[in-house]
């Protein structure tokens, strides 16, 4: 099973009022394991890029001027998510300016029904409790410390951790892999290192207590098998 974790950042909120994608960033799983394999890309949305959005990104109109727009990396995208399942943080988002550009340069949409949302996920294994990706990645020990600014690539590889997480958890250290098969078109380093905190083991032997419920649940069963093993 391949699977693409990926985040943008935009100019702003609402694609139909003008706003463009101005990063995007991948992350490859196969079999829920991360390969090393990422896309990378900053785009010059060809418009001014307002200060309230850098200042959640930090990505000026002077960083992507030199940048190729939409129509001529949309190509390169589209090859590497292939026919992957696509997994983002509020997915809605993200895919609505996907799939708003995809068809401005005449390509067919992202159909919702491959794409995974973790904030949905999350707020249905943690009702209540706040959703963010910073929080979601406190919650399970991610480090954060490099995440001073939003930005896309290193999003995507904190939400892969985080998916991973929510999916029943992952072997720390997989997703410093490098294989060598990044796809970096930005000339940006194609795979953050993350450090992972150590956690000592968490004892699992039964307590005196779970002991005596146990053998009392044993003299209500008829011959239970617990009785014929060694």
Not at 133 to 140: G, P
Request: net charge negative; hydrophobic share 40%.
């Amino acid at each position: 099973m391949r699977e693409i974790v990926f985040d943008t950042e935009t100019t702003g909120m609402d694609p139909t009022e003008g706003d463009k994608l101005v990063e995007i960033g991948c992350v490859e799983l196969v079999n829920q394991v991360p390969t090393g394999r990422t896309y990378h890309q900053y785009i010059n949305p060809e418009r001014d890029i307002p200060a309230d959005a850098i200042a959640v990104h930090g990505i000026t109109n002077d960083r992507v001027k030199d940048e190729p727009v939409f129509e001529q990396i949309y190509a390169d995208f589209v090859e590497f998510v292939g026919d992957a399942k696509l997994v983002a943080h509020n997915a809605t988002f993200d895919m609505k300016f996907i799939n708003y550009q995809l068809k401005e340069v005449g390509h067919a949409p992202y159909d919702n029904k491959r794409v995974v949302d973790t904030l949905a996920i999350a707020r249905q294994k943690f009702p209540g409790s706040p959703a963010s990706l910073d929080a979601l990645c406190r919650r399970f020990g991610i480090d954060l410390s490099s995440r001073e600014l939003h930005g896309a690539l290193l999003d995507a590889q904190l939400l892969a951790d985080v998916y991973l997480e929510l999916m029943g958890g992952r072997q720390h250290g997989l997703l410093d892999m490098d294989g060598g098969n990044s796809s970096d078109k930005s000339g940006a380093s194609a795979l953050v290192q993350i450090e992972r905190p150590f956690r000592e083991p968490r004892p699992h032997a039964a307590n005196e207590d779970e002991l005596a419920a146990h053998e009392k649940l044993l003299e209500e069963l008829k011959d239970p098998v617990w009785k014929h093993l060694a």
